[in-house]
């Protein structure tokens, strides 16, 4: 087989792993969505709409991988587009915390299909990016929480 036919070709595990990131990140912008309408403050509300650009364009990419294999793609949810009659039912820093939890659990997500996708390279590389383009913005959501002050301080050890 040439590098153009596997090129060409994927597994079924490789086009799951696909639709179930693309699922993912509809679930992901419709959660962002909602916490951009109830966020506050101005820095945090500036990375949400970043994160969802970002968002935005890893789910155009996956869309277009999986039409390419001819794959139904997941229900989209609609866009949040509610009014809260009160944004003071939930703060910023424990948005922020949320949002970094689901940011981690996320690059442990993307792992397992790099461990998957052993037969079409360009379907593993895509994983690879998405896993590093995620630990980068981890780095950056912790920078962003420490400035201000939103993690929860860790106990000092004096040993």
């Avoid at 696909?18 to 820095?43: C, G, K, P, Q």
């Avoid at 360009?122 to 950056?140: C, M, P, S, Y």
Wanted: hydrophobic share 40%; glycine share 8%.
């Amino acid at each position: 087989m040439t590098g153009l036919e596997v090129y060409l070709k994927s597994t079924t595990i490789e086009v799951g792993n696909l639709w179930d990131h693309l699922a993912f990140r509809y679930d992901n912008i419709y959660t962002t969505e909602v916490m951009r309408s109830h966020a506050h403050d101005a820095d945090f509300i500036l990375t949400l709409e970043m994160g969802l650009k970002l968002l935005e364009g890893q789910v155009e990419m996956l869309e277009k991988e999986l039409q390419y294999f001819g794959i139904a793609l997941p229900v989209r949810p609609g866009k949040a587009t509610m009014t809260p009659g009160s944004t003071e039912i939930i703060s910023d820093d424990h948005m922020y915390r949320t949002l970094l939890s689901g940011l981690q659990g996320a690059a442990i997500l993307h792992i397992q299909p790099l461990k998957q996708c052993t037969f079409n390279d360009r379907i593993r590389g895509l994983f690879k990016k998405l896993l590093l383009d995620e630990i980068d913005l981890i780095d950056r959501y912790y920078k962003f929480g420490k400035l201000k002050g939103w993690l929860h301080p860790a106990p000092l050890y004096g040993g």
